[in-house]
């Protein structure tokens, strides 16, 4: 707690906003120009998984044995694990999976699962996921404001909105693939950041006099409240991260995304508690103080909700 006696997490504001202003530039940036990598969860088509594959052939070897009319729409085929690969076609017949299912099999020995998404269901999917995204974030802002209050939710929000872009952007950067795993991921993150923020605020508000608003009191208030909880919040995140980069390592594809999500996800979620809700809560009260003052001829003492 000693290193951070002297930092002010409040009145340094522009300088915490400018680095994840950076970050999220970048995020922003690689969604737009570059867009998702989504998987067949979304877009639809067949993804054939061959296991135990004998020969350690070449992903140009894997594409070559696919059948000439599916071999030109495939996309390159990926490693899975030590011994297997993953091909994903656009959405074929059936007779066509279970072509391609046969090539594989005679061709490498190997054992070799077909799942198979029409493009109809799987926008089904990404609708309902994008749903869910969003019933979580409202859900978040309606309990807060009834915990706590509408500043302490609009300030959550902000941070949660900042861990959700710098999880996907990143995801964008990376070129990993999107799918339903992606999305639990995130609901994962949301959670892990949401947990990180009520601690600092719970704090707030236990150390919030029963007198009404002062800038000056309350930003000093804040700052302390997040010296006396920021070293829980680092010590949490650092023993979760290291299980996660054991699986982002040594985990198989999914398990890998499922940690890449996550790594992203709870760093940028530890740094939004501290350096952007609270700094968010604090300017949203000055603003609430300056709007009433003149409005309603409140002295500067008087609580901003």
């Not at 969003?134 to 915990?147: D, H, T």
């Not at 999107?178 to 601690?199: F, M, W």
Request: net charge negative; charged share 15%; hydrophobic share 45%.
């Amino acid at each position: 707690m000693a290193a951070f006696e002297k930092v002010d997490f409040v009145g340094r504001w522009r300088m915490w906003f400018a680095i994840s202003g950076v970050f999220l530039l970048l995020c922003i940036g690689a969604i737009a120009l570059g867009g998702f990598n989504f998987g067949i969860d979304f877009t639809g088509g067949s993804k054939f998984t061959a296991s135990a594959v004998e020969g350690n052939p070449s992903p140009d070897e894997v594409r070559e044995a696919l059948p000439e009319g599916v071999r030109g729409e495939a996309l390159p085929p990926q490693r899975f694990g030590e011994s297997g690969y993953e091909v994903r076609t656009p959405g074929l017949s059936q007779e066509e999976n279970t072509e391609v299912q046969q090539a594989l099999e005679e061709e490498f020995g190997a054992e070799v699962s077909v799942t198979s998404i029409s493009p109809t269901f799987g926008g089904q999917i990404r609708n309902q996921a994008l749903q869910a995204v969003g019933a979580a974030l409202l859900i978040i802002v309606l309990y807060i404001s009834f915990r706590f209050a509408f500043a302490f939710a609009l300030a959550a929000m902000a941070a949660l909105l900042h861990d959700i872009l710098i999880t996907v952007g990143f995801y964008a950067l990376v070129g990993r693939e999107v799918n339903l795993v992606t999305v639990v991921a995130v609901l994962t993150v949301l959670g892990y950041s949401l947990y990180d923020t009520i601690i600092i605020f719970d704090r707030i508000r236990e150390n919030t006099p029963e007198a009404g608003y002062n800038r000056r009191r309350y930003n000093e208030l804040a700052n302390n409240s997040v010296r006396q909880v920021i070293m829980r919040s680092i010590y949490t995140s650092v023993c979760t991260l290291i299980p996660v980069t054991a699986l982002l390592l040594f985990g198989e594809s999914t398990l890998s995304d499922f940690a890449f999500a996550l790594l992203v996800g709870i760093a940028a979620g530890t740094y939004s508690s501290i350096f952007i809700a609270t700094p968010v809560l604090c300017l949203y009260k000055e603003w609430r103080a300056g709007k009433n003052a003149p409005a309603h001829g409140a002295p500067e003492g008087a609580e901003a909700r």
